[in-house]
């Protein structure tokens, strides 16, 4: 069908999709699982202290693109990517590039909290230990304590370091899965839906902390609550059916969309 073909390549984001100074640079990205084309040649900067929210109905392919930006895709067997994606100018899918070290450098927080079956102490120390970042066990009790302080845990998991992480509460889970991820030095972490299992305090923490964060890393969540992405994002990236369709401030979107489907999802008229 060469004419649909034609109209998808003469199809353009609306909006600025640079940043300043980007983290992440994509461009043109494609993903397809087996024959569905999930993510259309999808350009957009990830900034530096900035939280960018991906929005859109479900199955637009936002996880996806998410994935794309550690590689988690490379776990998913019918999965294929294609398009430049750069980590400071680095190509993350150069030959030399090491799959493990840039998934500390792009860390990711998923929907459900998944601590390991180990303590509270070890789960933040597990990637610490991996990489060698500390020389003893005064500097990793250094990371951790940091870690868990930076994630908003400390003082509620101090006197029970030894204890399993999975007998914390869902909220608390997830902070421990922040610290985990925060312990590594990351320079951008990644969230899919990250208070999509937990209650509304618990959200309002993880929210609180994701405005804390922005100060040192570069923040990617993906969320189907419109309410969240305006409480935590600085710009909004508006996916729709595999395309990204607009950038803009998290303000200009909310008040003056300028594509008719930004305008419908975020007036609750599609999705
Ligand atoms: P969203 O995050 O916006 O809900 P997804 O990225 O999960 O969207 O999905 C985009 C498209 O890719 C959908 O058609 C979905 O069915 C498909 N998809 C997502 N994950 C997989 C997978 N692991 N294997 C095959 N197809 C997938």
């Not at 509620?156 to 030095?185: H, N």
């Not at 969240?228 to 710009?235: E, N, T």
Request: glycine share 8%.
């Amino acid at each position: 069908m060469p004419a649909l073909a034609e109209a998808e390549d003469a199809y353009e984001t609306v909006g600025d999709y640079t940043a300043p100074n980007p983290v992440i640079r994509t461009r043109g990205v494609d993903v397809f699982y087996d024959d569905n084309h999930a993510v259309q040649k999808v350009d957009l900067d990830i900034g530096q202290n900035e939280v960018i929210a991906l929005i859109g109905p479900s199955g637009c392919g936002k996880s996806t693109y998410l994935r794309c930006l550690n590689r988690m895709n490379d776990t998913i067997d019918s999965a294929r990517v294609t398009g430049e994606i750069t980590l400071y100018g680095e190509d993350i899918h150069a030959r030399q590039m090491d799959v493990v070290m840039l998934r500390a450098r792009v860390g990711m927080v998923f929907q459900k909290p998944n601590p390991f079956p180990k303590s509270v102490y070890d789960n933040v120390a597990y990637g610490p230990r991996i990489h060698g970042l500390a020389r003893n066990r005064t500097e990793l009790n250094r990371i951790v304590q940091r870690s868990l302080e930076r994630a908003g845990l400390w003082l509620e998991v101090r006197d029970r370091l030894d204890q399993p992480g999975t007998g914390l509460s869902g909220g608390q889970q997830q902070r421990l899965c922040i610290a985990r991820t925060i312990a590594v030095s990351p320079e951008v972490i990644l969230m899919d839906e990250p208070c999509s299992a937990l209650d509304p305090i618990a959200t309002a923490r993880i929210e609180d902390l994701i405005d804390e964060l922005r100060r040192n890393y570069a923040i990617v969540i993906v969320t189907h609550s419109m309410q969240q992405a305006a409480r935590v994002s600085q710009r909004i990236a508006y996916f729709h059916l595999g395309k990204l369709i607009e950038v803009g401030g998290t303000d200009a979107i909310f008040t003056n969309p300028r594509h008719k489907l930004t305008e419908d999802y975020i007036t609750g008229r599609f999705g």
